[in-house]
C-alpha cells in the first residue's frame, strides 16, 4: 500500500485535515499539568522512605496481632461462665446427640449452680464433711494463680463448665464468700469422692447407681462433667469432647466406683486432655 | 539519550518513573494526528477536547501499567477509539463527521484557499480536493474511515489497525481498501 497514487491519497487528505489545526493551548496546558500531577502522585511509590515506613507499619500489624492472639478472647457462643450457668436452675437434657449427627451418646448434664445449692444443704448434714471442705478451700484460696483452661468449643453449652474461669465468676458473686467455692483448687487437690461430692451432689445424695464422668486439664482443673446413659461406655464421648477441645485429645478414662452418701455404687470416669501433636 | 528519538514505549516508560519530560515529548508527538483523529470521528471540536483531554489523563494514570512489550501507538488510538464509541453510545449520535466539523472556523474551501494557495487556480483545486475527501470520508462507512484516517494519520500497519479496532488482519485490510478505492475514484473526479 505505498503506491504513488495511495501516497497522494494520504497527501490529500492530510492537506484538507490540516484545517483541524490544533488543540487550544489551555487544553495542552491541562494535559501536561496533570500529566506532572499524576506524577508527583507516584512519586511516594518511588521513594524509598515510603518503602520504609510501609514496611514499619506492616511489621506494626503483625506484631498487633500477635499479641491481639496471645489474649484470649471470649465470643459469642463460647462456653458460659459459672455465673451465667447459675442462672438456671433447671437440669438440661443431654443434647449432645442432637448436635453431632454421628451418634454421640447422650450426656446428662447438671448445672454447677444447682449443685452448689444443694452442696450447701448437705453440708449442714454433713458436719464433718464441711469441715473437710473448709480445709480445702484455704488450700484453694491460696491457689489462685492457677493457669486459664485451655480454649472451649461452644458445641455442647449443655455441659456443666467449671474450672478457673468458672471460679472467677464465682468469686464476684454472692456464693464466692462460702467455702468449697474455688473448684479448680479442689479438683487438683481432692479425693474421688469429694469430686463427687463436688460435681455430682445429686448423685451424691441419690439412692441410684450412675455412671458419671469428669473431663480435666492437665493442671487438674474440671473443665466437663456429666453422666453417661443406660450401656454406654465411657470412650464414646470422647469424640464430642475433643471436638471441643481444638488441637488436644482426650487421654485414657481412670474409672473408680465409689460409693454414694446412701452407699449406692457410682461409677466416676475422670479423663485428662492432652496435648495433640498430630493437629 | 535524546529524547527525540526515544520511541514511544521508552518514553511511557521514563515518565512513568517520574520524567514528567518524557510525556511532554509523547504529548507532541502524537498529539496533532490524535487530536485529528477525534475530531473526524467527533466532529465537534468541543467533543474532541473533551475526549483529547480523556485519553490523556488515561495515559498519565495508566502509564505505570502499560506492558513494555507493547505498541504505544495501538494503545493510545484504542484508548480514543473506546471513548469515541462511549461517546456515540451516550448521545445517541452517529456519523457527525462533516467534512470540516468545527463550529467556529470558516469553511474548509476559504481557509485551504488562504493558507497555501498560490496562484488562484490552484488554490481552487486544492480546495476542491481537499472539499472532496473530506466529503467522501465523511460517506464512508464508519470502519472504513476509522481505517483510512488511522493509517493517514498515524501510519500504523494494517496489522496494528486491526489490533486498535479489535478485528482480524484481512478485515481491517479490507476496509482499507474499499475506502482508498472510494477516496481515490472521487480524487479522480476532482484532480485536473
Known amino acids: 500500500m505505498s503506491t504513488g497514487q495511495e501516497d497522494e491519497l494520504q497527501r490529500a487528505y492530510r492537506d484538507a485535515s490540516s484545517d483541524a489545526g490544533a488543540p487550544p493551548p489551555a487544553l495542552r496546558k491541562t494535559i501536561l499539568a496533570e500529566a506532572a500531577a499524576a506524577a508527583k502522585r507516584r512519586e511516594p511509590a518511588n521513594d524509598a522512605r515510603y518503602w520504609l515506613s510501609a514496611a514499619a507499619g506492616i511489621a506494626v500489624l503483625g506484631i498487633g496481632l500477635v499479641l491481639w492472639r496471645q489474649v484470649p478472647h471470649q465470643v459469642p457462643g463460647d462456653v458460659p461462665l459459672m455465673a451465667e450457668v447459675s442462672a438456671s436452675s433447671t437440669v438440661q437434657p443431654a443434647p449432645v446427640a442432637q448436635s453431632v449427627p454421628a451418634s454421640p451418646p447422650a450426656v446428662t448434664a447438671e448445672p454447677v449452680a444447682e449443685m452448689a445449692r444443694e452442696r450447701r444443704s448437705a453440708d449442714v448434714a454433713e458436719p464433718a464433711a464441711k469441715a473437710e471442705r473448709e480445709e480445702l478451700s484455704v488450700t484453694a484460696a491460696t491457689d489462685q494463680a492457677a493457669p486459664p483452661p485451655p480454649p472451649t468449643a461452644s458445641a455442647f453449652e449443655e455441659i456443666t463448665v467449671t474450672g478457673s474461669r468458672a471460679t472467677q465468676a464465682q468469686r464476684s458473686g454472692p456464693i464466692a464468700a462460702a467455702p468449697m467455692q474455688d473448684a479448680a483448687g479442689i479438683a487438683r487437690n481432692t479425693s474421688s469422692p469429694q469430686l463427687l461430692r463436688q460435681y455430682f451432689p445429686q448423685a451424691y445424695a441419690g439412692s441410684a447407681p450412675r455412671t458419671l464422668w469428669l473431663v480435666q486439664d492437665a493442671a487438674g482443673n474440671t473443665l466437663r462433667s456429666g453422666e453417661l446413659g443406660a450401656g454406654q461406655d465411657f470412650t464414646t464421648i470422647n469424640p464430642n469432647i475433643e471436638a471441643q477441645f481444638s488441637g488436644q485429645r482426650l487421654g485414657p478414662w481412670v474409672v473408680e466406683e465409689v460409693r454414694s452418701a446412701r452407699g449406692q455404687p457410682i461409677k466416676l470416669g475422670i479423663a485428662r486432655l492432652q496435648y495433640n501433636p498430630g493437629q | ?192
Open chain 2, 1 to 192: 539519550m535524546d529524547a527525540a528519538v526515544d520511541p514511544d514505549e521508552a518514553l511511557v516508560a521514563r515518565y512513568a518513573a517520574g520524567d514528567v519530560a518524557a510525556f511532554e515529548t509523547l504529548y507532541s508527538r502524537h498529539e496533532l494526528p490524535l487530536w485529528r483523529y477525534l475530531l473526524r470521528n467527533c466532529g465537534e471540536r468541543g467533543t474532541a477536547e473533551e475526549l483529547m483531554q480523556e485519553v490523556w489523563f488515561t495515559v498519565t494514570r495508566e502509564a505505570p501499567r502499560f506492558r513494555a512489550d507493547g505498541r504505544f501507538t495501538a494503545w493510545l488510538y484504542t484508548l480514543a477509539r473506546n471513548r469515541v464509541i462511549d461517546r456515540h453510545r451516550t448521545r445517541r449520535r452517529h456519523e457527525s463527521l462533516d467534512a470540516t466539523g468545527t463550529d467556529d472556523a470558516p469553511p474548509l474551501a476559504e481557509r485551504l484557499a488562504d493558507e497555501r494557495a498560490p496562484t488562484p487556480l490552484e488554490a481552487s483545486v486544492r480546495a476542491e480536493t481537499g472539499a472532496a475527501i473530506l466529503s467522501a470520508l465523511a460517506l464512508l462507512p464508519v470502519e472504513q474511515r476509522e481505517a483510512f484516517v488511522l493509517q493517514a494519520e498515524t501510519g500504523m500497519s494494517v496489522a496494528d489497525i486491526a489490533d486498535v479496532t479489535g478485528t482480524n488482519f484481512e478485515t481491517a485490510k479490507s476496509r482499507l481498501r474499499y475506502a482508498r478505492e472510494r477516496l481515490k475514484a472521487l480524487l479522480r473526479d476532482h484532480t485536473p
